[in-house]
């Protein structure tokens, strides 16, 4: 079983920057490597929605929402993708997923929680 664990999220400023962790500590690294992972949010009373993803290959695709703001990265041996969260506003606030589909299955970690307020 696939298990995705999130980290990162926390109060910030306006203008502010977060970077969020997604790892997969029972993974090998070697099949860590093959996941597509793609991170999401929910904003409360609204729908889930896709920020981005990042395929084995390290191609990324954003939500025109983000782009220019946010950056997907990941480092295989570490298990480990990263959102790079930068010039955050309120619209932001959000609890952020990571989810990876493995065997026609998705697997979703538990989410981080990110607020923007002054």
């Known amino acids: 079983q696939v298990q995705l664990v999130e980290s990162g999220g926390g109060l910030v400023q306006p203008g502010g920057s977060l970077r969020l962790s997604c790892k997969a500590p029972?993974?090998?690294?070697?099949?860590?490597?093959?996941?597509?992972i793609d991170w999401y949010r929910q904003a409360p009373g609204k729908q889930r929605e896709l920020v981005g993803t990042i395929t084995s290959g390290g191609t990324t695709n954003y939500a025109d929402s983000v782009k220019g703001r946010f950056t997907i990265s990941r480092n295989n041996s570490r298990k480990t993708v990263w959102l790079q969260m930068n010039s955050l506003n309120a619209e932001d606030t959000a609890i952020y997923y990571c989810?990876?589909?493995?065997?026609?299955?998705?697997?979703w970690g538990q989410g981080t929680q990110v607020t923007v307020s002054s």
């Open positions: 029972r993974a090998i690294f070697s099949v860590f490597s093959a996941y597509t």
């Open positions: 989810k990876t589909n493995q065997y026609g299955m998705d697997y």
